[in-house]
């Protein structure tokens, strides 16, 4: 295919999602089935650059002065590819495949110097969002949110139950030559963003996945399971364990000692977690997938650490999501803040005196984070907040400079809020709370 076809390919598929509003895995799955001559260079090309219609289409529909898919893709290829007017016209006149030529307006658009933008369109936000990140970053937040639109790198989690990182990156750099060690974390492998014309990296598909030796883990996700912090031979309870990321880190953290109690309200999404498990190698996690009644009730006041990977909008990972930016409303947010204010309560159960709740979630924003901490404190003295960093430390992971970097995350409660502008990761809020030993 030429560009003119991709790009009209493109403009199709950012319709699907934004007008009939299908996830974008699906869109671009479907457009494939359709057009089985588009090769799989152009299919991620294309791919590439609906991601960063959505990322963009803040400032893109200032500039462009519309917010629909054509503009968008339009503004993407401006904006985010770099393009100028005229190259993006010598695509289109280039292919009888491609899309109408540019319009006069839409040549003076992509002509016009960079307009004066509002700060949700220099931040790549929706406008309802605008006070929450000023909230969260005050004068960054253009900035954070700017860094929350590029495109995300490949993250793996060495599985020393199974192997050491050296080993491990040899392992990798076979077969992904760009994958490197860490800054942050001395188990984690990153492999850089890469062109975003070109297909992601296969970490899933390299023989050291499939020995568990790597598990695919954003580096934010990574260091907020090290807020559990020294945990072998200890009782964990890891209430909201979903698909089981955090599991697994947890018990890579153990050393297989001890024991990791996986739970999920709904029983449905622990699916995923047996063969993860298995691959991984892990023995010590019981994965109790029961109602909370009948599965948990032994364990209450028990645990040395309970686990809060809490629901949240998963504001913190639009990197990789673009599309949940747009799709997020308030009514969502609301529901998210009832769910992590009934979580907490619930959950802090199961922490035994003297024992760490630890509070984490996907998210930027502070009615998510830093606004239920306050009020979970609040409703429950016999809790206190911690430094989370401190936490961290006691695994012996977080590298000099990893120390560094996280630590000028720390906020109110002392708790982290890390994002892609400050340490390059997916926002995480990561808080830790320690209940009283008379509690
Ligand atoms: C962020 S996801 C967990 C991801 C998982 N820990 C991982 O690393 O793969 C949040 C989980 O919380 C669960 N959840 C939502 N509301 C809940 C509630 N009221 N009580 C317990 N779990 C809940 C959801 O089912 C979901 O699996």
Redesign the pocket.
């Given at each position: 295919m030429r560009d003119g076809g991709r790009i009209a390919g493109a403009i199709e598929i950012v319709d699907a999602v934004l007008n009939r509003h299908q996830p974008v895995k699906d869109a671009l799955r479907d457009w494939g089935k359709a057009h089985r001559f588009a090769g799989s260079g152009d299919r991620a090309w294309m791919s590439g650059l609906v991601m960063d219609a959505l990322r963009h289409r803040a400032s893109s529909r200032v500039q462009m002065g519309q917010d629909t898919p054509r503009g968008l893709v339009l503004g993407a290829l401006h904006r985010g590819w770099g393009l100028s007017a005229e190259a993006i016209a010598e695509r289109l006149a280039d292919d009888p495949h491609a899309p109408s030529a540019l319009s006069e307006a839409e040549l003076a658009a992509l002509d016009a110097p960079s307009a004066d933008l509002p700060l949700a369109a220099q931040a790549e936000i929706p406008d309802w969002l605008e006070p929450s990140f000023v909230r969260a970053f005050g004068g960054d937040a253009a900035a954070e949110g700017l860094a929350m639109a590029t495109r995300a790198p490949v993250d793996l989690r060495v599985n020393t139950l199974k192997t050491d990182p050296e080993k491990a990156q040899a392992a990798v750099v076979a077969k992904l030559k760009d994958a490197a060690l860490s800054e942050l974390v001395a188990n984690a492998i990153r492999i850089p963003g890469t062109d975003p014309r070109a297909k992601a990296p296969p970490a899933d598909a390299i023989p050291a996945y499939g020995k568990g030796w790597v598990e695919v883990q954003d580096i934010g996700?990574q260091i907020a399971a090290l807020a559990a912090g020294m945990i072998e031979g200890g009782q964990i309870l890891?209430?909201?364990?979903?698909?089981?990321?955090?599991t697994l880190a947890l018990a890579a953290l153990s050393a297989n000692s001890g024991q990791v109690h996986a739970w999920?309200?709904?029983w449905r999404?622990l699916r995923a977690i047996w063969p993860r498990l298995q691959r991984a190698g892990v023995r010590n996690v019981q994965v109790h997938d029961g109602k909370e009644d009948e599965a948990l009730t032994a364990l209450a006041d028990k645990m040395d650490v309970v686990f809060i990977?809490?629901?949240?909008t998963g504001s913190g990972t639009w990197r990789r999501r673009p599309d949940s930016k747009w799709r997020l409303k308030p009514e969502a947010l609301e529901r998210r803040i009832a769910?992590q204010t009934?979580?907490l309560e619930?959950a802090s159960r199961y922490v035994r005196p003297g024992g760490r709740l630890v509070y984490v979630t996907?998210s930027i924003l502070p009615e998510e984070n830093e606004d239920r901490v306050a009020a979970f404190l609040e409703s429950a003295p016999d809790f206190r907040a911690e430094p989370a960093l401190g936490a961290m430390m006691e695994t012996g992971l977080l590298t000099g400079e990893g120390e560094v970097q996280v630590g000028a995350c720390a906020g109110r409660f002392d708790a982290l809020q890390l994002t892609p502008a400050r340490t390059g990761t997916d926002g995480f809020y990561i808080c830790v709370m320690r209940r009283g030993e008379g509690g």
């Open positions: 996700s890891d209430y909201c364990a979903g698909a089981g990321g955090k999920d309200y709904d999404r990977d809490a629901p949240c769910e009934e979580v619930r996907c």
